[in-house]
Protein backbone atom coordinates (compact mmCIF):
# COMPACT_ATOMS: atom_id res chain seq x y z
CA UNK A 1 0.00 0.00 0.00
CA UNK A 2 1.49 3.38 -1.07
CA UNK A 3 1.89 5.72 1.63
CA UNK A 4 0.64 9.77 1.33
CA UNK A 5 4.10 10.87 0.54
CA UNK A 6 4.59 7.88 -1.96
CA UNK A 7 0.74 9.62 -3.78
CA UNK A 8 1.87 13.38 -3.55
CA UNK A 9 5.38 12.32 -5.30
CA UNK A 10 3.34 10.12 -7.91
CA UNK A 11 0.69 13.20 -8.35
CA UNK A 12 3.83 15.79 -8.51
CA UNK A 13 5.30 13.88 -11.03
CA UNK A 14 1.93 13.22 -13.41
CA UNK A 15 1.30 16.92 -12.87
CA UNK A 16 4.50 17.81 -13.61
CA UNK A 17 4.98 15.68 -17.25
CA UNK A 18 1.56 17.20 -18.38
CA UNK A 19 2.13 21.04 -18.07
CA UNK A 20 5.43 21.35 -17.20
CA UNK A 21 8.42 22.53 -19.29
CA UNK A 22 11.61 21.91 -17.85
CA UNK A 23 13.57 25.48 -17.05
CA UNK A 24 16.70 24.26 -15.38
CA UNK A 25 18.43 22.84 -12.57
CA UNK A 26 20.68 23.82 -9.83
CA UNK A 27 23.94 22.48 -7.93
CA UNK A 28 22.20 20.37 -5.77
CA UNK A 29 19.98 18.41 -8.55
CA UNK A 30 16.78 20.66 -7.93
CA UNK A 31 14.68 20.77 -11.10
CA UNK A 32 12.94 23.86 -12.16
CA UNK A 33 9.48 23.85 -14.09
CA UNK A 34 7.07 26.35 -16.06
CA UNK A 35 3.32 26.28 -17.11
CA UNK A 36 4.53 24.69 -20.86
CA UNK A 37 0.83 26.92 -21.71
CA UNK A 38 2.51 30.01 -20.59
CA UNK A 39 0.62 32.72 -18.42
CA UNK A 40 -2.73 32.19 -17.57
CA UNK A 41 -5.41 35.10 -17.59
CA UNK A 42 -7.49 35.30 -14.56
CA UNK A 43 -10.36 37.30 -13.55
CA UNK A 44 -8.00 39.59 -11.39
CA UNK A 45 -6.38 39.93 -14.91
CA UNK A 46 -3.16 39.00 -13.33
CA UNK A 47 -1.14 37.07 -15.94
CA UNK A 48 1.84 34.87 -14.04
CA UNK A 49 2.89 31.93 -15.26
CA UNK A 50 2.91 28.66 -12.73
CA UNK A 51 6.17 28.04 -11.93
CA UNK A 52 7.63 25.08 -9.29
CA UNK A 53 10.56 23.45 -7.96
CA UNK A 54 10.97 19.34 -7.77
CA UNK A 55 13.40 18.50 -5.07
CA UNK A 56 16.13 16.26 -5.30
CA UNK A 57 16.12 14.42 -2.27
CA UNK A 58 14.63 15.99 0.62
CA UNK A 59 11.85 18.32 0.46
CA UNK A 60 13.25 21.60 2.08
CA UNK A 61 12.57 25.02 1.15
CA UNK A 62 16.04 26.61 2.21
CA UNK A 63 17.22 24.16 -0.26
CA UNK A 64 16.50 26.46 -3.30
CA UNK A 65 19.24 28.93 -3.99
CA UNK A 66 18.76 32.25 -3.68
CA UNK A 67 18.90 32.86 -7.74
CA UNK A 68 16.65 30.12 -8.40
CA UNK A 69 14.33 31.83 -5.50
CA UNK A 70 13.67 34.88 -7.43
CA UNK A 71 12.78 33.38 -10.17
CA UNK A 72 10.14 31.25 -8.55
CA UNK A 73 8.68 34.12 -7.20
CA UNK A 74 8.45 36.57 -10.40
CA UNK A 75 11.34 39.31 -8.95
CA UNK A 76 12.96 38.29 -12.17
CA UNK A 77 11.30 36.64 -15.32
CA UNK A 78 14.63 35.22 -16.79
CA UNK A 79 16.11 31.93 -15.18
CA UNK A 80 19.62 31.71 -13.59
CA UNK A 81 22.29 31.27 -16.23
CA UNK A 82 23.00 27.42 -16.57
CA UNK A 83 25.90 26.66 -13.24
CA UNK A 84 24.19 29.57 -10.96
CA UNK A 85 25.10 33.10 -10.38
CA UNK A 86 28.95 33.67 -9.89
CA UNK A 87 30.21 32.95 -6.83
CA UNK A 88 31.86 35.76 -4.29
CA UNK A 89 34.80 35.06 -2.32
CA UNK A 90 32.72 36.31 0.93
CA UNK A 91 29.18 33.92 0.57
CA UNK A 92 29.31 31.03 2.39
CA UNK A 93 28.22 26.77 0.97
CA UNK A 94 24.54 25.97 2.16
CA UNK A 95 23.06 25.24 5.42
CA UNK A 96 20.07 23.55 5.27
CA UNK A 97 17.71 24.84 8.07
CA UNK A 98 18.21 23.83 11.35
CA UNK A 99 15.46 24.93 13.61
CA UNK A 100 13.93 21.83 15.27
CA UNK A 101 17.38 20.16 15.51
CA UNK A 102 19.88 19.57 18.29
CA UNK A 103 22.35 22.36 15.76
CA UNK A 104 19.82 25.44 15.97
CA UNK A 105 20.89 28.72 17.48
CA UNK A 106 20.24 29.19 21.07
CA UNK A 107 21.10 32.42 22.49
CA UNK A 108 22.76 33.20 26.10
CA UNK A 109 19.90 32.95 28.45
CA UNK A 110 17.66 30.28 26.57
CA UNK A 111 16.38 27.44 28.65
CA UNK A 112 18.53 24.63 26.71
CA UNK A 113 21.40 26.85 27.21
CA UNK A 114 21.62 26.50 31.18
CA UNK A 115 18.08 29.31 31.52
CA UNK A 116 21.00 32.28 32.57
CA UNK A 117 22.07 35.17 30.81
CA UNK A 118 25.54 37.85 31.52
CA UNK A 119 23.80 40.53 34.18
CA UNK A 120 23.59 43.73 32.40
CA UNK A 121 26.61 45.27 32.14
CA UNK A 122 25.26 49.02 32.98
CA UNK A 123 25.75 49.87 29.43
CA UNK A 124 21.98 50.01 28.86
CA UNK A 125 20.03 53.28 30.32
CA UNK A 126 16.06 52.94 30.39
CA UNK A 127 14.39 55.91 28.37
CA UNK A 128 11.30 57.93 29.90
CA UNK A 129 9.39 60.66 28.52
CA UNK A 130 9.83 64.19 29.62
Same mark, same amino acid.
Given at each position: ? &? *??? %???? #???? #?? *?? #????PV??? &????KY???? /????? /????????????? +????V??????? $??????????? $???? =???? @????????????????? =? &? +??????? #?????? %????? $? +????? @??
Amino acid at each position: M &A *TNR %DMTS #LGTK #LF *TW #LNGEPVGSD &AQGNKYFRDK /RGPLK /RRDSLRRERRWVV +YAGKVEASRVPP $DWHAWLHHTTD $DPPP =EGGT @PRRVWMKEHQPNQTGTG =E &A +YRPPGHT #LEGGRR %DRATG $D +YEAWS @PE
